[in-house]
Nanobody, 116 residues
Framework: QVQVVESGGGLVQAGGSLKLSCATS????????FGWYRQAPGKQRELVAG???????NYADSVKGRFTISRDNAKNTVYLQMNSLKPEDTALYYC??????????WGQGTQVTVSS
């Protein structure tokens, strides 16, 4: 089992920044990749950014150039640095840990609200 806990969300004005953290514990050696997802009210959950065990990253077009995903293997933690935030970035942000054998673990989410 892998436990996933997100933190760092909050209320910020448009143009501001936030850094989300995703701390994992348990069978962390089984984790192969991470993803940050978000879900706004009335919308489907979407992938925002991902990072593999080889530090290959990918981003949704809507956040390219503004968000950066990174990981600290020693701390079993993944980060999402969000700059130049826009009201449309408002959502519940989830961390997903992809594991061996097709398993995955999700956190409870952290709310990001961007005011205009």
């Amino acid at each position: 089992q892998v436990q996933v806990v997100e933190s760092g969300g909050g209320l910020v004005q448009a143009g501001g920044s936030l850094k989300l953290s995703c701390a994992t514990s348990g069978s962390t050696r089984s984790i192969t990749a991470f993803g940050w997802y978000r879900q706004a009210p009335g919308k489907q959950r979407e992938l925002v950014a991902g990072i593999t065990s080889g530090d290959i990253t990918n981003y949704a077009d809507s956040v390219k150039g503004r968000f950066t995903i990174s990981r600290d293997n020693a701390k079993n933690t993944v980060y999402l640095q969000m700059n130049s935030l826009k009201p449309e970035d408002t959502a519940l942000y989830y961390c997903n840990a992809k594991r061996l054998l097709g398993r995955e673990s999700w956190g409870q989410g952290t709310q990001v609200t961007v005011s205009s």
